[in-house]
């Protein structure tokens, strides 16, 4: 199974952190977050990533080479412009393969553990999702009995992590697009699954968030069941 990092993004909630280095390159706990991700997606057995880039890019594509340094062969989908998440995974879609793939987000820290995630699905998604943090205490989709659904009550975030398959995009358009509304008709039509993962889950959308994957990453007996800060 492929898996796909999303890194293209400019970061402005970083402030100054992302004038010269990509958010994906900042430093926690002596080595990229970037690295982190790579290494874990490594060990979760898959068999290949691609990374997508835009800001900064070119220093994404030279720390990473070709994978081999960390045990995994990696592909770089450059786009000349974000394109949003949809965009970027549908430009994404050749080097995938034709088989669900997983997307996860370089800016986030959880202990999810990805070699969980199902290689095959049922509809044409699959989401995890976590208990709403303060910065999102409205959630964003719906999940009941392991679907989800358009309304109800138990209304969750959306972590970052999914298992997403190329039909999914059926329809789409070369250019700049987000996955969220593309999520919800397909949710619409019965056809995403889910799951609730109530473990470690943070953000890193801030200096201060940072900080705090940081302070978990060497303190590994501290405790952050809050995830915002």
Request: net charge negative.
């Amino acid at each position: 199974m492929m898996a796909m990092l999303l890194a293209a993004g400019r970061g402005e909630r970083m402030g100054a952190l992302t004038d010269r280095t990509p958010k994906p390159l900042l430093p926690v706990a002596g080595k990229p977050l970037l690295q982190h991700h790579i290494e874990r997606v490594a060990a979760a057995g898959f068999t290949g990533l691609v990374i997508n880039t835009a800001w900064l890019g070119q220093q994404i594509a030279d720390f990473v080479g070709d994978g081999s340094r960390f045990g995994i062969p990696v592909r770089i989908s450059a786009e000349g412009e974000r394109l949003e998440t949809g965009g970027g995974i549908f430009n994404a879609l050749p080097l995938l393969g034709g088989a669900p793939f997983a997307v996860i987000n370089s800016d986030i820290w959880t202990d999810f553990p990805l070699a969980s995630l199902p290689r095959q699905i049922s509809g044409l998604a699959h989401l995890v999702l976590v208990s709403n943090p303060d910065h999102n205490p409205r959630g964003d989709f719906v999940l009941e009995n392991g679907q989800c659904v358009p309304v109800g009550d138990n209304r969750l975030t959306f972590s970052g992590i999914s298992v997403l398959t190329p039909e999914l995009f059926a329809g789409c358009q070369p250019g700049r697009f987000p996955l969220a509304p593309l999520l919800r008709d397909t949710i619409a039509r019965g056809l995403v699954s889910g799951q609730h993962h109530d473990g470690v889950w943070i953000d890193v959308g801030t200096p201060q968030r940072l900080q705090t994957v940081e302070t978990l990453l060497r303190n590994p007996g501290s405790s952050f069941k809050e995830y915002d800060v």
